[in-house]
């Protein structure tokens, strides 16, 4: 199998579903000539043509609007909002319309559309360009939300978001676009929305995130095992919504001890939601409490002081070592 960064698999993902079926539409602000801001849509152009392949107006409304209608009288687009923080520009068309046109319509009406956009903090980025918001979707009646955490879940899931007959949100880890390359097959591979991973076993601890933090709760889970012999079990979640809790449930009901990581801010959070289900159904295995690493209540901050914000493999094995230690 080749190895492939995000990017590429993210391409790889679109190329195929955009050969394979004539309904699904690219997009978006730069995607066909530029190929995209981060180059995932590139080549697409010179494959499909103008019609498949649109660049837009710098107007996020207008572009995830559009692709509600394309995806009412059926077509499936994939529209791209360069990043997360532009995409409350168009919050009452995914709210107002996206989110509800199957409910509204009993049924008569689906809405087969992926809003992919880049998410997250770690590369010195400007505002509105870094933040993780991912529970304002995750909280909303009728979307899907996905968040991917390398190369090869991200190609699986794109192609299982383009497939499926409702609203999916898919954010993208800026951080992770060209951090690291996966084995990544050739050939169709799907993963199921709303499914966990566990990506590392282990007996001691459970570790809980998604997303870029994947990354540093390994790091973080191989330095316990190193020095403190502890053998962590690490959950990449892959969906927020819909949630995946038995996975998680039935790791926390077997080590007792659990920590949860993810970039957003720690407030109202997917940390809070998840822990929320823990105390509803692994009440009496939690052997400590429930111990939350995550971005803090504060806009991300500019430049040189990002690295403080972001949750790190520090910061999670100091949250592991006080939870081992109730």
């Known amino acids: 199998m080749p190895k492939m960064t995000m990017v590429e698999a993210l391409n790889l993902a679109l190329h195929q579903?955009?050969?394979?079926?004539?309904?699904?539409?690219?997009?978006?602000?730069?995607?066909?000539?530029?190929?995209?801001?981060?180059?995932?849509?590139?080549?697409?152009?010179?494959?499909?043509?103008?019609?498949?392949?649109?660049?837009?107006?710098?107007?996020?409304?207008?572009?995830?609007?559009?692709?509600?209608?394309?995806?009412?009288?059926?077509?499936?687009?994939?529209?791209?909002?360069?990043?997360?923080?532009?995409s409350?520009?168009?919050?009452h068309q995914i709210e107002s319309h996206a989110a509800r046109m199957?409910?509204?319509?009993?049924?008569?009406y689906h809405v087969p559309m992926v809003l992919r956009t880049p998410y997250g903090a770690g590369i010195r980025a400007l505002e509105h360009h870094s933040e993780s918001r991912e529970a304002y979707y995750a909280h909303t009646p009728g979307l899907k939300m996905v968040i991917p955490s390398g190369p090869r879940n991200a190609r699986a899931l794109l192609v299982s978001a383009i497939r499926d007959p409702d609203p999916v949100?898919?954010?993208?880890?800026?951080?992770?676009?060209?951090?690291?390359r996966e084995?990544?097959?050739?050939?169709?591979?799907?993963?199921?929305?709303?499914?966990?991973?566990?990506?590392?076993?282990g007996d001691n601890l459970t570790i809980i995130t998604y997303g870029a933090m994947l990354?540093?709760?390994?790091?973080?889970?191989?330095?316990?095992?190193?020095?403190?012999?502890?053998?962590?079990?690490?959950?990449?979640l892959?969906?927020?919504?819909?949630?995946?809790?038995?996975?998680?449930v039935n790791s926390v009901n077997k080590t007792g001890r659990v920590v949860i990581v993810n970039e957003a801010p720690r407030s109202f959070g997917p940390a809070a939601e998840i822990t929320a289900r823990l105390v509803e159904k692994s009440f009496w295995y939690l052997e400590a409490p429930v111990q939350r690493?995550?971005?803090?209540?504060?806009?991300?901050?500019?430049?040189?002081?990002?690295?403080?914000?972001?949750p790190d493999a520090k910061r999670i094995v100091r949250a592991a070592r006080e939870a081992l230690s109730a």
């Open 215 to 236: 990354q540093p709760s390994l790091e973080a889970a191989d330095t316990l095992d190193e020095e403190d012999g502890v053998q962590a079990e690490v959950i990449d």
């Open 169 to 180: 949100v898919f954010y993208e880890a800026k951080a992770v676009y060209r951090a690291f």
């Open 102 to 108: 199957r409910w509204r319509s009993r049924g008569g």
């Open 293 to 310: 690493v995550t971005g803090y209540d504060v806009i991300v901050p500019l430049f040189a002081y990002e690295d403080v914000y972001l």
């Open 17 to 86: 579903e955009m050969e394979k079926d004539d309904r699904v539409i690219v997009l978006g602000e730069d995607v066909a000539v530029d190929g995209g801001v981060y180059r995932v849509t590139e080549g697409l152009l010179e494959e499909f043509g103008e019609e498949r392949v649109i660049d837009t107006p710098l107007a996020e409304a207008s572009i995830i609007g559009a692709s509600i209608g394309m995806a009412v009288y059926g077509l499936r687009p994939v529209c791209e909002v360069q990043f997360s923080g532009f």
């Open 183 to 201: 084995e990544v097959p050739e050939e169709e591979e799907t993963f199921p929305i709303g499914k966990a991973q566990v990506v590392r076993e």
């Open 88 to 91: 409350y520009f168009g919050m």
């Open 238 to 248: 892959l969906s927020i919504s819909p949630l995946d809790h038995e996975t998680f």
